[in-house]
């Protein structure tokens, strides 16, 4: 089982940036995919950004694409998400996911996932 811890949520104006951080632990493969996925209130939860198991390609929601990043850091097992120019659209609760080896943003192929930590974003 492979714990996620996120961070680095919190409130920002339109317009502003936010890194959030992923950090996990456990039985940790090296051939896990990773992603952030949101939800907000009334709504199912979407796939955002996803990373494949080597780094080397990344899938983004047209939502955010051109605004949010994905950087993998394997030497400290950590994801980020880099979200700039936010918008009131993007304000929801984000969870860190890890699991399987397909890159897909399709939640049912992520086993673990973090707590969430809420990212607000006001006009």
């Known amino acids: 089982q492979v714990q996620l811890v996120e961070s680095g949520g919190g409130s920002v104006q339109a317009g502003g940036s936010l890194r959030l951080s992923c950090v996990a632990s456990?039985?940790?493969?090296?051939?896990?995919?990773m992603g952030w996925f949101r939800q907000a209130p009334g709504k199912e939860r979407e796939g955002v950004a996803a990373?494949?198991?080597?780094?080397?390609?990344?899938t983004i929601a047209d939502s955010v694409k051109g605004r949010f990043t994905i950087p993998r850091d394997f030497d400290t097992n950590s994801l980020y998400l880099q979200m700039n120019l936010l918008k009131p659209e993007d304000s929801g609760i984000y969870y860190c996911?890890?699991?399987?080896?397909?890159?897909?943003?399709?939640?049912?192929?992520?086993?673990?996932w973090g707590q969430g930590t809420q990212v607000t974003v006001s006009s």
């Open positions: 990373i494949d198991s080597d780094g080397g390609q990344t």
């Open positions: 456990g039985n940790i493969a090296s051939s896990y995919c």
């Open positions: 996911a890890a699991g399987g080896s397909w890159l897909s943003l399709n939640a049912d192929l992520f086993s673990d």
